[in-house]
């Protein structure tokens, strides 16, 4: 193995060795020798190095300490231990065992998980000075590909849009370099976020982002009344069918979705639909627009049996359903 120069170092080095050393201790039961794995190591010790340096050069909070960041930071030893198991996986591919060892990068993506709340794939591409900011929550899909210099923030998900196995093809997105992926914030599907975007918090991405483009939840007028409790994130129309949007948040479980018109005093309904409810969101469904019915900004009241109304108006994603309609 390369030796580090600098003292700071050592203790990433000492991280590594202690990962990697059931795993150097079984290649000798497969017939294969230390060496050869050792191209892998320095690998990925090199792209540790970098991702170490961008904490320290970027996150006020790091002291601008190397050795500070190693010790207390679960994300960044989430970064380590990712970078380990995907050289881990790499290297099983070139020999007659690949299964044995995708078997040992999954253990140490699944212990990473439990340590830190970050779940990284081993076989995700990420290139470097990669970054995750506090990043409890945090999930990276296996066919995501993530270019240099990006920054994930807390519960980033990075994932398909559903459970299928798509016939071999691509289901995560792709980063391009310098992305950065606010807090809670979701992006589905094999999409492309290019060059220099900015995805803020909250926001459902199953669109692709030309380079330097961003994408924020408009805020939203909320009007809550009679009690209750819930959290309104955005609302999504469905990327290829026009009847159909999606309503994202929190305790969304009982309340019952209309669209309305905000400036009228009565608020009558301007489309008609089925809706669906599954606690953290609210599918509609079959809707179309009452003849008659217009309103340049469309509203969303949720009422609740409890009594309980919110109104929301003036939010960019409803307005974008009415529209298709």
Known sequence: MSKLE???????????RDRTAPFRLSLSGLGLADAEF?????????LAIGDLDAMVST??????SRSYVLASYSTYRAVVDYRIGHQILRFGRATRHPEIFAAEARRISEDAK??????????????????????????????????????????????????SVMDGKRRHPTLDDDVTVCAFAMILGPISIGRGCFVGPHVVLTQSLKDYESARVQSSTMILSGGGSLAFYGIVPHPRLRRRCRI?????QGWRPRIVDPHAENFPD???????VMGDRILISNAYRIPGRAARKPGLMLTHPDG??????EHVGLTQFYERL
């Open 6 to 16: 600098d003292d700071d170092l050592k203790g990433l080095h000492d991280y590594l």
């Open 270 to 276: 301007l489309v008609s639909f089925n809706y669906s």
């Open 248 to 252: 994202d948040g929190e305790d969304l």
């Open 114 to 163: 439990a340590r830190s709340g970050v779940e990284i794939h081993p076989a995700a591409r990420i290139g470097e000075r990669f970054k995750i900011d506090h990043g409890v929550g945090t999930v990276i899909g296996e066919d995501v590909r993530i270019g240099a210099r990006c920054t994930l923030m807390q519960s980033v998900v990075l994932g398909a849009r559903g459970t």
């Open 38 to 46: 050792a191209p892998y190591y320095n690998t990925a010790l090199q």
């Open 59 to 64: 996150d006020p909070a790091a002291r601008r």
């Open 308 to 313: 309980a109304a919110c109104r929301l108006i």
